[in-house]
């Protein structure tokens, strides 16, 4: 689990890339415009599985993708025995948010806390 530097807390969903990339000034991610504004060059696009503070209370994992400000584009919650079938569809191809609309990976009910 990923905290905060400043405050020891552990981080939110919305604070992961900047966590893992913007405050230990990983160049290899970073990329910045002409206008100055630092976007991530590395993991918009990509399904990131993270296991936050409500993850641990409720028992599920959180599914990411973030654009490329940091911001979550889109998210959804999934039990850990339902990520079979939620990595092969995502291996075919398949985008995040397919695959929380459609309930793959179980319905709401089978992924509830």
Not at 23 to 43: E, Q, W, Y
């Amino acid at each position: 689990m990923l905290l905060n530097p400043g405050s020891g807390a552990p981080i939110t969903l919305s604070e992961v890339l900047p966590a893992l990339y913007l405050h230990t000034a990983d160049l290899f991610v970073l990329s910045m415009t002409r206008d100055g504004t630092v976007v991530f060059a590395s993991g918009p696009g990509l399904t990131w599985f993270v296991t936050d503070e409500p993850g641990l209370t409720t028992g599920r994992l959180t599914l990411a993708q973030f654009g490329s400000n940091g911001n979550i584009r889109v998210s959804t919650l999934r039990r850990p025995w339902n990520m079979g079938q939620t990595m092969s569809f995502e291996q075919m191809g398949k985008y995040l948010s397919e695959i929380a609309e459609s309930g793959i990976g179980g319905p709401p009910l089978y992924n509830e806390p």
